[in-house]
């Protein structure tokens, strides 16, 4: 898996430092160091965000439930968005609840312009958006979202959470494919 791996774009502890201070801004918004405290549903999106999820909200001290939603937009071994498609959801009930959806990255916009609009109709109270990584392409940048990680070159990426085929998501950090790993994937 280690050898499929071009290029190491974020490390492991780059993650994780990061990761932390995006926690520490999400206190911040919902009240966590003063004022009254939100009520807050943390809601990732599925699959690519569940380790950028696992990891941020053990960096969230206050009560908050968890909601999941399941997105597909890069099935199979797509290496572009074929636009993205909600399959499923366990979202609980939001009415009055302080929102904030989990990406694992920010491209194309579609994920996030299809679900924001439902978590509100749902009568969420707030809605906020967080991304690990925002690609450097001009429709990523004019996709709202409260809470970014990082900013990648606009490649095609793999490693926590983000996968190929299904695989690749339990790497530690953020790397690129070598052309022969891309080849396999497709056969
Ligand atoms: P968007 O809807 O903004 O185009 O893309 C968001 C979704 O597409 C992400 O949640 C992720 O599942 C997938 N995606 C976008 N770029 C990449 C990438 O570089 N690598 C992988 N593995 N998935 C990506
Ligand atoms: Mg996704
Ligand atoms: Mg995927």
Do not use: C
């Not at 979202?91 to 609009?117: A, C, E, K, Q």
């Not at 109270?125 to 967080?130: D, I, L, M």
């Not at 392409?137 to 606009?154: L, N, Q």
């Amino acid at each position: 898996m280690q050898g499929d791996i071009e290029k190491v774009l974020i490390t492991q502890e780059q993650i994780a430092a990061r990761v932390k201070e995006m926690a520490a801004r999400i206190v911040a918004d919902h009240g966590g160091t003063d004022g009254e405290l939100a009520e807050v549903t943390i809601v990732p999106i599925l699959t690519g965000a569940m380790i950028f999820a696992a990891d941020l909200t053990r960096h969230i001290p206050f009560a908050m439930k968890i909601g999941l939603l399941t997105v597909s937009s890069y099935p199979g071994s797509s290496l572009r968005t074929q636009g993205a498609q909600l399959l499923g959801s366990q979202l609980g009930d939001v009415r009055g609840r302080h929102v904030v959806i989990l990406d694992d990255i920010l491209d194309s916009g579609g994920t996030l312009r299809l679900i924001t609009p439902i978590v509100k109709e749902l009568g969420a109270e707030s809605v906020r958006t967080a991304v690990l990584l925002r690609k450097d392409r001009p429709e990523a940048r004019s996709t709202h979202v409260d809470y970014w990680g990082f900013e990648i070159p606009d490649e095609f990426v793999v490693g926590y959470g983000l996968d190929y085929n299904n695989y690749y998501r339990n790497l530690p950090y953020i790397g690129t494919l070598t052309p022969e790993a891309i080849a396999r994937g497709r056969e």
